[in-house]
């Protein structure tokens, strides 16, 4: 039985003769099924045919995963061996691949290696018990079985493993063909391996002299030799991974427009992901059809999300969290909610069946048991997915309807051959979790367009032109890290004991040759780039690089042309020339005219709340706040009061300072009613603050707050400290009026309140305002510019104390019920500096003048909702600066 192994540097895809006629041809991927003019057949999928005539399936992810949860769980006695197995499935995959007997480890030196080997066996009994098999282990299992030898052709497995080599031997029958690459240099070290265990089984052995004929075999062998090469490479270095993607894109669309198809161009990176959804981004905007081919975790899918979403919406009993965020997902859109509902549910933060019933909001669908059997908890979520029209909603993206697709394919796993077991929705919920996670879809289905690939599946292809991309230091090669369980100290120890692993260095000498082989499949250019800069970090061209002797330019030198529209709007926006045909340039010219004067020194305008809409200060009735809050800022005064701008209402976790404060003020008045003109009320007060504050909670409204009970005993005890405090009421005073209200004038405003409560002492009258805080809030801007210009206690002197008591001492104080004493006391109510603020307002409001122009340490920005409006930042200096 004649079998030839075909021998050469680099994949002479010539050296491949059809063989003797029906000869089977096996690669391991379409493209190099392409080069050779065959249909795409890989080895797996023969093995995997060959073993089902003979009774055996594949485990799926999920059921694979879970019987590996139930051996880790058997072995090491753990209570949540989830994260364990997770740990363990590289490790345990690259054994069986080895083919080796497990048993052969249960005596080994290392208990990790030990544990391994014990839960690998526990593992594949299970399996076997099922007749399945693990992936990993298919092409051992299929070499065994008593195979009718046939003619094949192996070409495009050019880094051949162990167990594909045994498989391959048992399956190549008179007439086969495989070529494997291999020459004089450590890189091939495999590859010899390989020729030698092919040789122990007859295999005859060509080595045909071969010419490098191809521009890529020549480049390739540069980089073997580290002798240059007459043919040049390109290589450039660009500021950052979007502006090389621009630029690859860019040289790619000019080979378009110039005639080449898009199917003799691919772009190579060796961490695809990073570059995936850059490139299709831009892609798009280029016009270039790109291709990404990688596989994305079902869970991180919109149909993964929702589904996710709905489970724990449903488990959770609707609670608001997971339910608004499914109810607000794309793909929940007919579940009924509403611009109306949403408000309503956040304010409050719905809760439970009844509650989003009341919002009009049917969610009885998933009104599921607390448990079900297996059988019927997969009939209730098909049935949720069809109600809620998942499919229709999950069409527009491809990779959606596929997820739908691949979902539903793998649903009935959930049975885990347990259909009529009874569990909890907690557990099916985190079954269905496992099986979104342990499924993929590719993240851009479908077919044509230039393709992003890794290296090592491009062995045997052929392209005119190859772009590499990321050539920086770390990425190309990949660094070697070391695996949770088989660290390398152990594989040295097992290759020592004639076990297939790979060492340290077999993983330097694999990234080593996959590129090698990846700049052979070119056939007139390949050219390298890298991004100087990676997550705001300095990066350095490859190695690999310079042992090919390129030099690298900076991209500036390509001098490309412009490749989008969105380009030649950027070109264009600074100048005078004009876009023919486009009505966005002129507005975006307009929209960077405006933004321009923004960062500039030059004037607020009506971009920055100058907007000359004149108001008369003296017909507004204006509050203490109202009046501060101006001269802390005017914008935002203007965006709260005239704009009437405000966030959305959002029910707090806790009591938020503005509610906090009404409800300790109204606790307090309730406290005090019915004990005006007692002396030294505190006693009375604070027996009766338990029921005042049962009654100020229910006339403000406290919200379900998820801790309340705990915070409203923290809050009771913060009045009692206050009111038992030596310095809540002066000796010998007594409490006349508890929320008093006013209106005056105050030079020239209307103004308006209420004093928290009025006391009469031997020495006039005292206004007491309480605040909730440590410290006496921050005023408005004074001449300086700092927020240190009080104005509450000034206009409550004048407007309410002396209007109300004629000539009668009058000071106000500040008390603070947080630490129970007296922050500062307030004796004069006028001065030159509030008069001229007064005339600042009624000027700001004559004028319609609002600027964006904060205090000095931007206090008044401290708890603004403005700020996505105004965006105050380091621009508003250089404005005052000027």
Same mark, same amino acid.
């Given at each position: 039985?004649?079998?030839?192994?075909?021998?050469?540097?680099?994949?002479?895809s010539s050296l491949i003769e059809p063989g003797k006629?029906?000869?089977?041809?096996?690669?391991?991927?379409?493209?190099?099924?392409?080069?050779?003019?065959? &249909?795409?057949?890989?080895?797996?999928?023969?093995?995997?045919?060959?073993?089902?005539?003979?009774g055996w399936e594949m485990a799926t992810g999920v059921?694979?995963?879970?019987?590996?949860?139930?051996?880790?769980?058997?072995?090491?006695?753990?209570?949540?061996?989830?994260?364990?197995?997770?740990?363990?499935?590289?490790?345990?995959?690259?054994?069986?691949?080895?083919?080796?007997?497990?048993?052969?480890?249960?005596?080994?030196?290392?208990?990790?290696?030990?544990?391994?080997?014990?839960?690998?066996?526990?593992?594949?009994?299970?399996?076997?018990?099922?007749?399945?098999?693990?992936?990993?282990?298919?092409?051992?299992?299929?070499?065994?079985?008593?195979?009718?030898?046939?003619?094949?052709?192996?070409?495009?497995?050019?880094?051949?493993?162990?167990?594909?080599?045994?498989?391959?031997? #048992?399956?190549?029958?008179?007439?086969?063909?495989?070529?494997?690459?291999?020459?004089?240099?450590?890189?091939?070290?495999?590859?010899?391996?390989?020729?030698?265990?092919?040789?122990?089984?007859?295999?005859?052995? !060509? @080595?045909?002299?071969?010419?490098? =004929?191809?521009?890529?075999?020549?480049?390739?062998?540069?980089?073997?030799?580290?002798?240059?090469?007459?043919?040049?490479? &390109?290589?450039?270095?660009?500021?950052?991974l979007e502006a090389e993607v621009r630029g690859v894109?860019?040289?790619?669309?000019?080979?378009?427009?110039?005639?080449?198809?898009?199917?003799?161009?691919?772009?190579?990176?060796?961490?695809?992901?990073?570059?995936?959804?850059?490139?299709?981004?831009?892609?798009?905007?280029?016009?270039?059809?790109?291709?990404?081919?990688?596989?994305?975790?079902?869970?991180?899918?919109?149909?993964?999300?929702?589904?996710?979403?709905?489970?724990?919406?449903?488990?959770?009993?609707?609670?608001?969290?997971?339910?608004?965020?499914?109810?607000?997902?794309?793909?929940?859109?007919?579940?009924?909610?509403?611009?109306?509902?949403?408000?309503?549910?956040?304010?409050?933060?719905?809760?439970?069946?009844?509650?989003?019933?009341?919002?009009?909001?049917?969610?009885?669908?998933?009104?599921?048991?607390?448990?079900?059997?297996?059988?019927?908890?997969?009939?209730?979520?098909?049935?949720?997915?069809?109600?809620?029209?998942?499919?229709?909603?999950?069409? &527009?993206?491809?990779?959606?309807?596929?997820?739908?697709?691949?979902?539903?394919?793998?649903?009935?796993?959930?049975?885990?051959? !347990?259909?009529? @077991?009874?569990?909890?929705?907690?557990?099916?919920?985190?079954?269905? =979790?496992?099986?979104?996670?342990?499924?993929?879809? &590719?993240?851009?289905?479908?077919?044509?367009?230039?393709?992003?690939?890794?290296? @090592?599946?491009?062995?045997?292809?052929?392209?005119?032109?190859?772009?590499?991309?990321?050539?920086? @230091?770390?990425?190309?090669?990949?660094?070697?890290?070391?695996?949770?369980?088989?660290?390398?100290?152990?594989?040295?120890?097992?290759?020592?004991?004639? +076990?297939?692993?790979?060492?340290?260095?077999?993983?330097?000498?694999?990234?080593?040759?996959?590129?090698?082989?990846?700049?052979? +499949?070119?056939?007139?250019?390949?050219?390298?780039?890298?991004?100087?800069?990676?997550?705001?970090?300095?990066?350095?061209?490859?190695?690999?690089?310079?042992?090919?002797?390129?030099?690298?330019?900076?991209?500036?030198?390509?001098?490309?042309?412009?490749?989008?529209? !969105?380009?030649?709007?950027?070109?264009?926006?600074?100048?005078?020339?004009?876009?023919?045909?486009?009505?966005?340039?002129?507005?975006?010219?307009?929209?960077?005219?405006?933004?321009?004067?923004?960062?500039?020194?030059? #004037?607020?305008?009506?971009? *920055?709340?100058?907007?000359?809409?004149?108001?008369?200060?003296?017909?507004?009735?204006?509050?203490?706040?109202?009046?501060?809050?101006?001269?802390?800022?005017?914008?935002?005064?203007?965006?709260?009061?005239?704009?009437?701008?405000?966030?959305?209402?959002?029910?707090?976790?806790?009591?938020?300072?503005?509610?906090?404060?009404?409800?300790?003020?109204?606790?307090?008045?309730?406290?005090?009613?019915?004990?005006?003109?007692?002396?030294?009320?505190?006693?009375?007060?604070?027996?009766?603050?338990?029921?005042?504050?049962?009654?100020?909670?229910? !006339?403000?409204?406290?919200?379900?707050?998820?801790?309340?009970?705990?915070?409203?005993?923290?809050?009771?005890?913060?009045?009692?400290?206050?009111?038992?405090?030596?310095?809540?009421?002066?000796?010998?005073?007594?409490?006349?009026?508890?929320?008093?209200?006013?209106?005056?004038?105050?030079?020239?405003?209307?103004?308006?309140?209420?004093?928290?409560?009025?006391?009469?002492?031997? #020495?006039?009258?005292?206004?007491?305002?309480?605040?909730?805080?440590?410290?006496?809030?921050?005023?408005?801007?004074?001449? *300086?510019?700092?927020?240190?210009?009080?104005?509450?206690?000034?206009?409550?002197?004048?407007?309410?104390?002396?209007?109300?008591?004629?000539?009668?001492?009058?000071?106000?104080?500040?008390?603070?019920?947080?630490?129970?004493?007296?922050?500062?006391?307030?004796?004069?109510?006028?001065?030159?500096?509030?008069?001229?603020?007064?005339?600042?307002?009624?000027?700001?409001?004559?004028?319609?003048?609002?600027?964006?122009?904060?205090?000095?340490?931007?206090?008044?920005?401290?708890?603004?909702?403005?700020?996505?409006?105004?965006?105050?930042?380091?621009?508003?200096?250089?404005?005052?600066?000027?």
């Amino acid at each position: 039985m004649k079998r030839v192994v075909h021998l050469s540097q680099l994949s002479h895809s010539s050296l491949i003769e059809p063989g003797k006629p029906g000869a089977e041809v096996f690669t391991p991927h379409r493209r190099a099924a392409r080069v050779i003019g065959s &249909p795409y057949q890989p080895l797996d999928r023969e093995a995997v045919r060959l073993l089902r005539r003979n009774g055996w399936e594949m485990a799926t992810g999920v059921v694979a995963r879970r019987n590996l949860i139930a051996a880790v769980k058997q072995v090491l006695k753990l209570d949540e061996p989830s994260p364990v197995a997770a740990r363990m499935t590289p490790s345990m995959q690259a054994l069986l691949r080895t083919g080796i007997d497990p048993n052969n480890l249960l005596n080994y030196q290392s208990e990790r290696v030990r544990q391994l080997a014990e839960i690998t066996l526990v593992y594949q009994a299970m399996l076997h018990q099922q007749r399945l098999l693990d992936p990993s282990e298919a092409l051992w299992h299929a070499s065994r079985l008593k195979l009718n030898r046939k003619p094949i052709v192996v070409y495009g497995y050019f880094r051949p493993r162990i167990d594909e080599l045994a498989f391959i031997d #048992a399956l190549a029958g008179e007439g086969s063909r495989f070529l494997v690459p291999c020459a004089d240099h450590s890189i091939f070290r495999e590859n010899r391996k390989a020729l030698e265990f092919l040789r122990s089984r007859n295999w005859e052995v !060509e @080595e045909p002299g071969t010419s490098l =004929t191809t521009y890529g075999q020549r480049i390739a062998n540069s980089f073997l030799t580290g002798n240059a090469s007459e043919d040049r490479s &390109p290589a450039h270095s660009y500021p950052n991974l979007e502006a090389e993607v621009r630029g690859v894109l860019a040289q790619i669309k000019e080979l378009l427009i110039s005639g080449v198809n898009p199917d003799e161009i691919v772009m190579v990176a060796r961490d695809d992901k990073i570059y995936g959804p850059t490139l299709l981004s831009i892609g798009w905007e280029y016009e270039v059809p790109v291709r990404v081919l990688y596989n994305f975790p079902l869970d991180q899918t919109r149909f993964g999300v929702w589904v996710r979403l709905m489970l724990e919406a449903a488990s959770t009993g609707f609670s608001f969290e997971p339910t608004i965020q499914m109810l607000s997902h794309r793909m929940g859109q007919g579940l009924g909610l509403s611009a109306q509902s949403l408000k309503a549910s956040r304010s409050v933060h719905t809760e439970g069946l009844d509650g989003w019933k009341s919002l009009e909001i049917d969610l009885s669908q998933l009104d599921w048991p607390e448990s079900a059997t297996r059988t019927e908890w997969v009939r209730l979520l098909r049935n949720i997915l069809d109600k809620t029209d998942s499919r229709k909603h999950a069409e &527009p993206w491809a990779r959606e309807l596929k997820a739908f697709e691949i979902f539903h394919e793998n649903v009935d796993g959930l049975l885990f051959d !347990e259909a009529e @077991e009874i569990v909890t929705i907690e557990t099916f919920a985190a079954d269905v =979790t496992e099986l979104l996670s342990s499924l993929t879809v &590719p993240f851009q289905p479908g077919v044509g367009g230039v393709e992003l690939h890794t290296p @090592e599946v491009l062995f045997g292809s052929q392209y005119r032109h190859v772009f590499v991309m990321g050539m920086n @230091e770390g990425v190309m090669p990949a660094p070697v890290n070391e695996d949770p369980i088989l660290d390398f100290y152990d594989r040295k120890l097992l290759v020592e004991k004639g +076990i297939g692993l790979e060492s340290a260095a077999d993983v330097a000498r694999r990234e080593v040759l996959s590129f090698y082989l990846m700049i052979g +499949i070119a056939t007139e250019r390949i050219s390298f780039s890298y991004p100087r800069i990676v997550n705001n970090d300095e990066s350095i061209p490859s190695a690999f690089m310079q042992r090919m002797g390129l030099v690298i330019r900076p991209a500036v030198e390509l001098e490309l042309p412009l490749a989008s529209r !969105e380009e030649a709007r950027r070109a264009f926006i600074g100048g005078d020339a004009i876009l023919s045909g486009d009505d966005v340039l002129p507005a975006a010219i307009r929209s960077l005219e405006v933004e321009a004067g923004r960062e500039s020194p030059a #004037a607020f305008d009506e971009y *920055d709340g100058v907007v000359g809409l004149p108001l008369d200060a003296g017909e507004i009735q204006w509050s203490a706040s109202q009046l501060t809050t101006l001269g802390q800022c005017p914008f935002k005064w203007f965006a709260s009061k005239v704009l009437l701008l405000k966030e959305p209402d959002e029910m707090e976790t806790e009591l938020f300072p503005s509610l906090r404060g009404r409800l300790y003020h109204k606790a307090l008045e309730l406290a005090f009613a019915g004990l005006i003109d007692v002396e030294d009320p505190r006693e009375a007060a604070l027996m009766r603050l338990d029921e005042a504050f049962i009654q100020a909670e229910r !006339e403000i409204g406290i919200p379900g707050l998820p801790a309340w009970p705990a915070q409203r005993a923290e809050h009771l005890q913060t009045l009692r400290n206050a009111i038992g405090s030596a310095d809540f009421i002066e000796a010998g005073s007594r409490v006349i009026h508890t929320e008093m209200t006013f209106q005056s004038v105050w030079h020239g405003l209307k103004v308006r309140g209420s004093v928290d409560r009025v006391d009469r002492t031997s #020495a006039g009258i005292d206004l007491i305002d309480y605040k909730t805080s440590a410290s006496v809030p921050p005023g408005a801007k004074n001449e *300086d510019g700092d927020a240190k210009l009080d104005l509450q206690m000034p206009i409550y002197i004048h407007a309410a104390g002396s209007s109300r008591f004629p000539g009668e001492a009058i000071t106000g104080i500040y008390y603070s019920l947080k630490k129970a004493e007296v922050l500062e006391r307030v004796e004069v109510a006028d001065s030159p500096e509030l008069q001229a603020f007064a005339e600042r307002v009624k000027r700001h409001l004559k004028d319609g003048d609002y600027p964006v122009d904060p205090d000095n340490e931007r206090k008044a920005c401290t708890f603004c909702e403005f700020d996505l409006v105004c965006r105050q930042g380091n621009r508003l200096d250089r404005k005052r600066s000027a």
